[in-house]
């Protein structure tokens, strides 16, 4: 497993569009760069256990947070998880990187959110999730059942439930 991370002088650089409107303005260029080794070094570790993408993204994202001990993510992406329409399962990675940039934006914050709401709510869920690589579709499956609902209803209902929690 290699893990790449850009230069500060190539990040000052970079497209930071999506970024900007998912994550909290970060002036300082070494603490940007410990946050994108911490979120990279989270991926490779996490590898093995082939999370679905909004899952993958979500726990990189919150680690992030921990090992910063601040919160990165804009607070205002929870309006974002509100209010995008339409509701629907998750996309791929590949799936993703053909998306609009809202849509790359919702969904991956979608999970950042989704995974402090299961944390706040069924921290053992995501102790048990990790146990053992899984398919996607078992993962959802068993959120779904933890929260009481039937699979086919997990994506079209999760974000109203996280926000009523969260906000």
Known sequence: MAV???PPRLLERSDKSI???LFEEEKDVKTKVRHL????LTHACSAHLKLPMWLNEGMAMMTVDHFLE???VRPDTLDLVKNYRPKGAPPTYRELSRLSR????YHTVRGYWLVQYLEAKHSDLLKRLFTSPRESWAIENEIAAELGLEPVQL??????IMVAHLK
Do not use: P, S
């Not at 080794?37 to 990279?40: K, Q």
């Open 155 to 160: 994506w079209t209902k999760i974000d109203d």
């Open 4 to 6: 790449g991370i850009k």
């Open 102 to 105: 809202e849509a790359m934006a």
């Open 70 to 72: 601040k919160r990165t």
């Open 37 to 40: 080794t911490c979120h990279e």
């Open 19 to 21: 970024g900007a409107r």
